[in-house]
């Protein structure tokens, strides 16, 4: 569970985030959305603590988090998993070594458990035959996929995903949004998505916040999203042609 | 001149926070220290890029920075009245105090410096650096920490390059018949005070950690896309090399005025 408390984040004069208030809970997919350039990166690195906000409060489980100790801080970050919105893998490094490197980096496991963990969550973002590839000789779409499976790895306990899915093909883009959402449920993560996938939105969003002009405008479910009547979502949401038919057909099925 | 270099850096840089910046740095360096198995592959592989990889081009100026004060002395000298042996003693005394440690070090500023400045910059632009902070990892520690130990190893080098040197002296003084073999051995082995070369040493290691650190500090804290790697790569060569200049003059006179 992570609860957000007007959090209020600015660089130099142009104030990005203004006062968002929020909560994540366990074991749900939670997403955000929002027009490109509303700020959902700057609010998943302010939750992350890779920004400080100026003010407001962000607390995990119950602690806040500028009230942690280094200590703490660091062991927090241990249980947390990130995919950033450009992959972020380590280019020194290849495929495998990329998602060993928080095994190593933290656990007392012998090569061939890690080798083992590696496999196994190579094998679960379909990732099988470019184990001994660096980052620069696989395609975008690969490396989201091995910038998932990196941060799965340890099993967090949180979990922060940029846009997993851009930059994939739909039915990749599904494989992955599904394995987000078993393993959140199987492990009980705290899962938090940026995304600007309409189709994880309907398929995934357990728990929908869509951020507008670094303001909250409007927040709840998948359900939800269809039904409502708050035009400044609905003309985000389908803004396309073929959504508006669609859920014009879904309300006429229902009455 | 170090105010007109200041002035022009005034608009880039303000001077306090980033030397405050420096010392925080240098010191979460050392913080929560990289588990020991990872740490030592880490720093085999900067050896590798940093010593083993500037040894080729440090001997090749070394060699020929040797041949070249040889001749220039050599041709200084019209009176008859000055010893043979002096253009082996003048080109054993500029090698050892001045051109190896110091005229090397400012060419590893560009050579090491700029790897440094751009591969961190480039992991900081990347969000690689993010991403090693999010795991709980000590990025300073774990990118930084392998570089000073590596060029622990830099006054290696700088020796190979003070023999070279003077071979490089050798070989120009005799060869283009400027001096005997023997006159410059002799002069080579004339007056020789041990402590200029525990000078030479001590301002070699402090240059290392220059090396090490400055730029590592400027690609570190850059901010920007790909264009700004290159641009502190250039201000990272600049300042390292201001730097290594002004530690030079504090450590000759503190060593040996
Ligand atoms: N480090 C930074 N320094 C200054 N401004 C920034 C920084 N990071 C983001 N911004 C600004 O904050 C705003 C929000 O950026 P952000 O990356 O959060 O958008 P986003 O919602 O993630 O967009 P997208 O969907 O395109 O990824 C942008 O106007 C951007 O210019
Ligand atoms: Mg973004």
């Given at each position: ?77 241990q ?8 992959s ?22 012998s ?12 094998k ?45 093909d ?7 949004d ?21 189709n ?8 929908i ?7 909250k ?39 | ?71 220039q ?10 010893p ?40 900081r ?15 300073l ?34 060869f ?26 001590l ?55």
């Open positions: 569970m992570i609860e957000v408390n007007d959090i209020h984040k600015s660089f130099g004069d142009t104030h990005i985030l203004k006062g968002v208030t929020t909560s994540f809970s366990k074991g749900k997919t939670n997403l955000i959305i929002g027009q490109s350039g509303s700020g959902k990166t700057v609010f998943l690195k302010c939750l992350l603590g890779l920004f400080t906000p100026e003010q407001g409060s962000i607390s995990y489980d119950g602690k806040i988090y500028s009230e942690m100790t280094d200590e703490e801080k660091r062991n927090l970050r249980e947390i998993g990130m995919v950033f919105q450009g972020a893998l380590f280019d020194s490094m290849t495929v495998e070594g990329n998602v060993k490197f928080p095994l190593e980096m933290f656990t007392k496991q090569q061939s458990e890690m080798q083992d963990r590696a496999d196994f969550v190579l679960r973002v379909n990732l099988v035959d470019a184990h001994h590839k660096y980052p620069s000789e696989i395609s975008g779409g690969m490396q989201k996929r091995v910038a998932i499976a990196r941060a799965i790895v340890m099993n967090p306990k949180y979990l922060f995903c940029d846009e997993p899915n851009s930059g994939l739909p039915k990749t883009a599904i494989v992955i599904n394995l987000i959402q078993e393993i959140t449920e199987e492990y009980d993560i705290t899962t938090v998505i940026n995304t600007h996938d309409m994880s939105v309907m398929e995934i969003g357990k728990k916040l869509f951020l507008k002009d670094g303001l405008a409007w927040e709840g479910t998948n359900k939800e999203i269809f039904k409502t009547e708050n035009e400044t979502v609905t003309d985000f949401v389908y803004s396309s042609d073929l959504f508006k038919k669609v859920r014009q057909m879904y309300i006429e099925e229902r009455n | 001149m170090l105010f007109l270099l200041g002035y022009t850096y005034f608009h880039h840089m303000n001077y306090l926070t980033s030397i405050g910046r420096y010392a925080i740095m240098i010191k979460d360096v050392f913080k929560k220290p990289t588990k020991w198995r990872i740490m030592k592959s880490l720093i085999l592989k900067e050896v590798d890029e940093l010593i083993f990889g500037s040894l080729g081009i440090l001997i090749f100026i070394a060699f020929f920075m040797g041949a070249v004060v040889a001749i002395t050599a041709l200084n000298i019209t009176s008859e009245l000055i043979k042996n002096l253009v082996g003693f003048a080109t054993r005394q500029s090698i050892i105090l001045e051109f190896a440690p110091t005229f090397c070090s400012i060419i590893m500023a560009g050579k090491v410096g700029s790897y440094i400045t751009s591969s961190i910059g480039t992991m632009v990347t969000e690689q650096i993010d991403a090693l902070e999010v795991m709980g990892v000590n990025a520690n774990y990118l930084v920490f392998p570089k000073i130990i590596a060029l622990c190893l830099y006054p290696f080098i700088i020796s190979i390059a003070m023999y070279v040197g003077i071979f490089g002296g050798w070989m120009a003084a005799v283009g018949g400027f001096s005997t073999s023997a006159d410059f051995i002799e002069g080579v082995q004339l007056d020789f005070i041990p402590f200029h070369v525990t000078y030479a040493f301002k070699t290691l402090v240059f290392a950690f220059v090396l090490a650190t400055v730029p590592s500090y400027h690609g570190f804290y850059m901010t920007g896309g790909a264009l700004e790697v290159g641009k502190a790569s250039t201000t990272s060569f600049v300042w390292t090399s201001v730097v290594i200049i002004v530690a030079n003059y504090i450590l000759t006179q503190l060593l040996l005025g």
